[in-house]
Nanobody
Framework: QVTLEESGGGLVQAGDSLRLSCVAS????????MGWFRQAPGKEREFVAA????????RYADSVKGRVTISRDNSKNTVYLQMNSLKSEDTAVYYC????????????????WGQGTQVTVSS
C-alpha cells in the first residue's frame, strides 16, 4: 500500500512558475513509476507527465512539453513537477499517481492516487 500527498499548489499569475511535490509512503518508492495528472473544472482528468522507475525516463503531454519538468528524488520518496510559463489553461487540480514496476509511460492506468493540489493561474 502506498499513500501519496501532493503539495505546492496555489494561486499564481500567468507566466509564473510553480513546483509541485508529491511525497510517497513506503520503502520501495524507487520501484514505482510516478505520474502527474490534472483535472480542470468540467473536464476529464488528463495526463501531464510521468517518470519511470530505474532509468527515470520521462514522458510529457504535448500541452505542457517544454514548460514542465518531472523529476524524482528516491532518497526523499518524492516526485516533483516544475511548471514554468504557466497559462490560465493550466488551472486544475493536480494529482500524483504511482504504479509498481511497470515502465511503460504510455500506460495511464495507475494504482495509487493522491488527493490532489489546486493550481490556479490568473491572467
Amino acid at each position: 500500500q502506498v499513500t501519496l500527498e501532493e503539495s505546492g499548489g496555489g494561486l499564481v499569475q500567468a507566466g509564473d512558475s510553480l513546483r509541485l511535490s508529491c511525497v510517497a509512503s513506503g520503502r520501495t518508492f524507487s520501484t514505482y513509476t510516478m505520474g502527474w495528472f490534472r483535472q480542470a473544472p468540467g473536464k476529464e482528468r488528463e495526463f501531464v507527465a510521468a517518470i519511470s522507475w530505474g532509468d527515470s525516463s520521462t514522458r510529457y503531454a504535448d500541452s505542457v512539453k517544454g514548460r514542465v519538468t518531472i523529476s524524482r528524488d528516491n532518497s526523499k520518496n518524492t516526485v516533483y513537477l516544475q511548471m514554468n510559463s504557466l497559462k490560465s489553461e493550466d488551472t486544475a487540480v493536480y494529482y500524483c499517481a504511482a504504479r509498481y514496476l511497470d515502465r511503460e509511460l504510455t500506460n495511464y492506468d495507475y494504482t495509487y492516487w493522491g488527493q490532489g493540489t489546486q493550481v490556479t493561474v490568473s491572467s
